[in-house]
């Protein structure tokens, strides 16, 4: 897959990547923020519901424990002794019946929370009550469902169940009972009193100000005592978390736990309990999630809508920025175009001080530049073509004197002027070498052989008073110069620096390096000013003056040809001679099509 930042626009890619990041980072934020607000809602349903359960085992423990103290003060009462002790026909007996019912009523009477009162006596056949209050029959507590737990117990609670004596309506018969065994003085069981709690009374005490709460009570068994529960469908029932508790509350029982959970009943909820530092009873919360997470629903919308806004305000970011990221690019592309078709007065409006500024200057800078330079090349050109004119122009005028030198040779000959003939000879070797068929390149060899001719001449018109000294290696005749760049500086030197003495010597020596080779031309002449030592470059030669032209154009043509640093250097003070240094590339065949800057 290719990378979209190379397919796509720049402001579609920095649009898309800017809405991206801001939408990905502020819905990290909207959900982080609404995980830790419900993450810290359950923890203070769990604070709070656990002190509100811990109070409510107080109430319950408070009320339990009174009820356990009045069993034991009606168990341990001597006359209730006595009266279980009577046998039934008795005229004691028959005399403490009334009595006795009385005393047990007395405490329903007395007691908010206490429904009714029974002594199962096993002295009695016939029952002896007042309403729920009374002594009955040892058999029927035989035959109740809970008879095996008070069996081997002296004292037990007895969970949530219908009362075995009576008829009450459904809402009333429902109890909670403690059971408590009356023994003689020998120690034998006599008979069993148990006090019944109203649900309503327990219901009242374990209920909080939470009406869509489910609380139950469990014994040390996680068997259920009593429940509270407005009955409404949608709560959940004992049965439907009885298999998890075991599991859930072991996982809940070392040091530091907080006693809750969250578990799925059917539905998802949260489990919270506390426990009875007494009885170990349970008082236990079940909330179903959904009631717990009402209130972060409405922070849930709240959250949403901030990132809505977040996003719709990310969007209208994204494309301004975009926008004014975009807009120097475009005008720089402009530019660029317009410079394309050949326009380099263009320029970029730059009041930038960023990168873009810097690109913009940059761009302005390089336009700049390259006009400047098309305009040296232009005219580098323009010199170069005229230099090659006047050596067209050398070229065709010793063409023409070639042809009539060769006449006039001829001619010599046969008077027998051999000394004219000779010299005829030199000047038509001299000319032929110049015109080289066009050439502008020739062998080191070559160009050696014109000047020989040149200061064979030169022997001859100053009747062997100037001295010639050619030390040029045979290792260097086969490389290729620009052809008549030895003679001007010869001619130079006999014209200007020996022109007032009788004698004079002109050294022409020659070496080579790696990738240069070198021509040296000195005389012991007169030399040349201060202003004009040590010059090198086209502003120096410029100010040789028109005397000394074929320097210059020799300087100008190996510029052009091979440019910097190759040229001629001039060394010279006054009354001390003249050295001139030509350096120039190693070339070992004529480049073809030869044109300027093809071997700078």
């Known amino acids: 897959m290719r990378n979209p930042f190379k397919i796509f626009s720049f402001q579609a890619t920095f649009f898309t990547s800017f809405l991206i990041i801001s939408t990905?980072?502020?819905?990290?934020?909207?959900?982080?923020?609404?995980?830790?607000?419900?993450?810290?809602?359950v923890q203070q349903?769990?604070?709070?519901?656990?002190?509100?359960?811990?109070?409510?085992?107080?109430?319950?423990d408070f009320?339990?424990?009174?009820?356990?103290?009045?069993?034991?003060?009606l168990a341990t009462n001597p006359r209730l002794i006595a009266y279980l002790q009577a046998t039934e026909d008795s005229f004691e007996?028959?005399?403490?019946?009334?009595?006795?019912?009385?005393?047990?009523?007395?405490?329903?009477?007395?007691?908010?929370?206490?429904?009714?009162?029974?002594?199962?006596a096993k002295n009695t056949s016939v029952n002896h009550h007042i309403a729920g209050n009374g002594v009955y029959q040892y058999n029927i507590l035989l035959n109740s469902s809970w008879y095996g737990e008070i069996k081997d117990a002296d004292d037990c609670w007895v969970g949530k169940h219908v009362i075995e004596v009576e008829s009450y309506p459904a809402d009333e018969g429902t109890v909670i009972s403690f059971a408590r065994k009356v023994l003689s003085p020998a120690g034998k069981e006599i008979g069993i009193l148990v006090l019944n709690l109203k649900m309503s009374f327990l219901r009242k005490l374990a209920s909080g100000s939470e009406a869509d709460n489910v609380r139950f009570i469990l014994d040390t068994k996680n068997r259920l005592v009593a429940d509270v529960n407005d009955g409404s469908p949608k709560l959940i029932s004992y049965e439907?978390?009885?298999?998890?508790?075991?599991?859930?509350?072991?996982?809940?029982?070392?040091?530091?736990?907080?006693?809750s959970a969250i578990t799925n009943v059917g539905e998802k909820a949260l489990i919270i309990w506390n426990q009875q530092n007494r009885t170990l009873w349970v008082?236990?919360?079940?909330?179903?999630?959904?009631?717990?997470?009402?209130g972060s629903r409405r922070i849930e919308k709240i959250i949403l809508m901030v990132v809505l806004l977040c996003i719709i305000f990310a969007i209208a970011m994204a494309y301004l920025l975009s926008k004014q990221f975009v807009l120097p690019i475009r005008r720089l592309i402009q530019s660029m175009n317009?410079?394309?078709?050949?326009n380099l007065d263009v320029r970029v409006p730059n009041d930038y001080q960023n990168e873009f500024g810097r690109l913009n200057e940059n761009f302005n800078q390089m336009t700049g530049r390259i006009d400047q330079l098309l305009v040296e090349v232009n005219d580098q050109n323009r010199r170069k073509r005229e230099a090659e004119i006047r050596v067209l122009q050398a070229q065709i005028n010793p063409h023409f004197l070639y042809n009539t030198l060769d006449m006039m040779n001829w001619h010599a000959i046969e008077s027998g002027a051999k000394d004219i003939s000779h010299m005829l000879a030199l000047l038509g070797k001299m000319l032929r070498i110049g015109l080289s068929s066009g050439a502008t390149m020739i062998p080191v060899?070559?160009?050696?052989?014109?000047?020989?001719?040149?200061?064979?001449?030169?022997?001859?018109?100053?009747r062997h008073t100037i001295q010639f000294e050619v030390s040029v290696p045979e290792s260097l005749g086969g490389y290729y110069i620009p052809k008549l760049i030895l003679q001007p500086f010869v001619e130079n030197a006999l014209l200007h620096g020996l022109h007032a003495h009788e004698t004079g010597m002109v050294r022409i020596s020659g070496w080579e390096d790696e990738t240069s080779l070198y021509f040296m031309i000195e005389d012991d002449g007169d030399g040349m000013s201060q202003e004009m030592t040590s010059m090198t470059g086209l502003a120096s030669m410029a100010s040789l003056g028109r005397k000394h032209t074929g320097i210059r154009n020799v300087h100008e043509r190996i510029q052009m040809y091979f440019g910097e640093p190759h040229g001629v250097t001039i060394y010279s003070q006054a009354n001390q001679g003249t050295k001139v240094i030509l350096l120039l590339p190693k070339l070992m065949s004529e480049p073809p099509n030869l044109a300027e800057g093809d071997l700078a």
């Open 93 to 120: 007996h028959l005399g403490q019946n009334a009595d006795i019912v009385d005393m047990l009523s007395r405490l329903s009477y007395v007691k908010e929370g206490i429904h009714s009162v029974q002594l199962y």
């Open 338 to 342: 317009v410079m394309k078709t050949g």
């Open 24 to 41: 990905v980072l502020t819905l990290l934020l909207g959900l982080t923020s609404y995980y830790i607000t419900n993450q810290e809602i």
């Open 283 to 294: 008082t236990m919360d079940v909330i179903p999630w959904h009631d717990i997470t009402k």
């Open 63 to 73: 009320q339990l424990q009174s009820v356990e103290y009045d069993s034991l003060a």
């Open 45 to 60: 349903t769990i604070s709070s519901r656990r002190m509100l359960l811990n109070e409510i085992n107080k109430q319950l």
């Open 240 to 259: 439907s978390i009885r298999a998890a508790l075991p599991g859930i509350m072991e996982r809940q029982s070392g040091a530091g736990a907080d006693h």
């Open 445 to 462: 060899q070559r160009e050696l052989e014109h000047l020989h001719c040149y200061t064979e001449l030169q022997k001859i018109r100053y």
